[in-house]
């Protein structure tokens, strides 16, 4: 191992012209819209490492250019304390915003070159892998009911034996709409795999309250959902805290909060049942690691929100491998910025299990073709491991 490596630069590798649909306003879903982006940090002795942030470009463009003082120059292989050292010297720019989005997808990357240097899968670094394989829930958008079903059955016949589905019509029409849709869901899918139904709750002007939410969770309850996901505006924790008490079903949500200042009450309050921080926004590995553990702590669950890329994915796999509290991990299908991504594809198991990448760092390789097709020509800087 180089005791003394050094970060000395980093690029931007924006993904376009295939984010997932659904969540976003149309004017973010324009042919040149940029809502990932790839970061790549490069040492002073050639290796490069890759992270992901769920922000355009030009933001995590800023954020760097804010960053690079304290970055550049900066040890390669302490992850948590350089990625901290950039927290603390932004403070009063951004802190909580593009700017932790970008040390998310920098943090990431440096996770990755600490894998590759040691030879070690990041999930290991971290203090040791509880389990070698995962159940993904592959992540999709309600519609009506039979467009639905055919989604879920296109899943299937890809493996999943858990789905989650969300936003759409779902809360945004009627009851009648809701129970519809999950009545056809839980009929398509039979009764051994598991459904989880996320409402969107940090949908733009989100009109519901607790006395909707708690009605909603008793009809799940009668479809032995798994657990339901942002049935209420993101920052009400008070409601959170109601609800969650009150709920037949476990409740979940945080995947907007960033740093883990902002989790603790919401974990101490037992403000949900299953806690969904994102690696990609969160403040990466070192952020979401204590996240994680802090919850354990608190007897509430790990799922980690991954509605994001392959970079992001792989981030999770690592994580969930090294939380005894995890169960799941999110895995958005269909999804290109998956799939082209990464030179081989992500498969299941006969139980719907993936097996947890054993690789050095983030344990996957990246198909320089994908890459290049969605970051509109860019390719990765050849690493030296």
Same mark, same amino acid.
């Given at each position: 191992?180089?005791?003394h490596?050094?970060?000395?630069? @980093?690029? /931007?590798?924006?993904? !376009?012209?295939?984010?997932?649909?659904?969540g976003?306003?149309?004017?973010?879903?324009?042919a040149?819209t940029?809502l990932? $982006?790839?970061?790549?940090?490069?040492?002073?002795?050639?290796?490069?490492?890759?992270g992901?942030?769920?922000?355009?470009?030009?933001?995590?463009?800023?954020?760097i250019?804010v960053?690079?003082?304290?970055?550049?120059?900066?040890?390669?292989?302490?992850?948590?304390? $350089?990625?901290?050292l950039?927290?603390q010297? $932004?403070?009063?720019?951004?802190?909580?915003?593009?700017?932790?989005?970008?040390?998310?997808a920098?943090?990431?990357?440096?996770?990755?070159?600490?894998?590759?240097?040691a030879?070690?899968? =990041?999930?290991?670094?971290?203090?040791?892998?509880?389990?070698?394989?995962?159940?993904?829930y592959?992540?999709?958008?309600?519609?009506?009911?039979?467009?639905?079903?055919?989604?879920?059955?296109?899943?299937?016949?890809?493996? +999943?034996?858990?789905f989650? =589905?969300?936003w759409?019509p779902?809360g945004?029409?009627?009851?009648?709409t809701?129970e519809?849709? !999950?009545?056809?869901?839980?009929?398509?899918?039979?009764?051994?795999?598991?459904?989880? !139904?996320?409402?969107?709750g940090?949908?733009?002007?989100?009109?519901?309250?607790?006395?909707?939410? !708690?009605?909603t969770?008793?009809? /799940?309850?009668d479809?032995? @959902?798994?657990?339901?996901?942002e049935?209420?505006?993101?920052?009400?924790?008070?409601?959170?805290?109601k609800?969650?008490e009150?709920?037949?079903v476990?409740?979940?949500?945080?995947?907007?909060? $960033?740093r883990?200042?902002?989790?603790?009450p919401w =974990?101490?309050?037992?403000? @949900?049942?299953?806690?969904?921080?994102?690696v990609t926004k969160?403040?990466?590995l070192?952020e979401?690691?204590?996240?994680a553990?802090?919850a354990?702590?608190?007897?509430?669950? +790990?799922v980690?929100?991954?509605w994001?890329?392959?970079?992001?994915?792989?981030?999770?796999?690592?994580?969930v491998s090294?939380?005894?509290?995890?169960?799941?991990?999110?895995?958005?299908?269909?999804?290109?910025? =998956?799939?082209?991504?990464?030179?081989e594809?992500?498969?299941?198991?006969?139980?719907g299990? @993936?097996?947890?990448p054993?690789?050095?760092?983030?344990?996957?390789?990246?198909?320089?073709?994908?890459?290049?097709?969605?970051?509109?020509g860019?390719?990765?800087?050849?690493?030296?491991?």
């Open positions: 191992m180089v005791p490596m050094k970060v000395q630069d @980093v690029r /931007l590798l924006p993904l !376009v012209g295939a984010t997932p649909d659904g976003w306003d149309e004017k973010s879903l324009e040149d940029n990932h $982006t790839l970061v790549e940090v490069v040492t002073d002795e050639g290796i490069t490492g890759l992901s942030a769920f922000t355009s470009a030009r933001l995590v463009e800023g954020a250019d960053l690079r003082p304290h970055l550049i120059g900066a040890s390669a292989l302490d992850p948590a304390a $350089t990625s901290e950039c927290h010297q $932004t403070f009063w720019q951004g802190r909580g915003g593009a700017i932790t989005h970008a040390i998310s920098i943090d990431i990357a440096l996770w990755d070159i600490l894998g590759k240097v030879g070690q899968p =990041i999930g290991r670094l971290l203090g040791g892998r509880f389990r070698d394989s995962i159940k993904p592959g992540s999709l958008l309600m519609d009506e009911p039979d467009i639905l079903q055919a989604s879920l059955e296109e899943g299937m016949s890809r493996g +999943f034996q858990a989650k =589905i969300g759409g779902f945004r029409r009627d009851r009648k809701d519809a849709i !999950v009545r056809r869901a839980r009929e398509t899918l039979g009764p051994d795999r598991e459904l989880m !139904v996320d409402a969107g940090s949908d733009a002007f989100w009109p519901h309250g607790f006395k909707w939410a !708690v009605e969770a008793r009809m /799940l309850a479809y032995e @959902v798994a657990w339901f996901e049935p209420l505006r993101p920052d009400d924790i008070d409601g959170y805290i609800l969650t009150h709920s037949p476990p409740i979940s949500g945080c995947e907007v909060l $960033t883990r200042q902002a989790f603790l =974990i101490e309050k037992r403000a @949900v049942d299953y806690i969904q921080p994102d969160v403040g990466g070192s979401e690691f204590r996240i553990q802090y354990d702590d608190h007897s509430i669950r +790990f980690p929100h991954g994001n890329t392959a970079v992001g994915l792989a981030a999770d796999l690592q994580l090294a939380c005894p509290n995890a169960r799941w991990v999110e895995y958005i299908t269909p999804a290109p910025y =998956i799939e082209d991504l990464l030179v594809p992500i498969r299941m198991d006969e139980d299990l @993936v097996r947890i054993e690789g050095p760092g983030l344990g996957m390789r990246w198909n320089p073709e994908g890459i290049e097709k969605h970051t509109g860019l390719n990765l800087t050849p690493s030296s491991l």
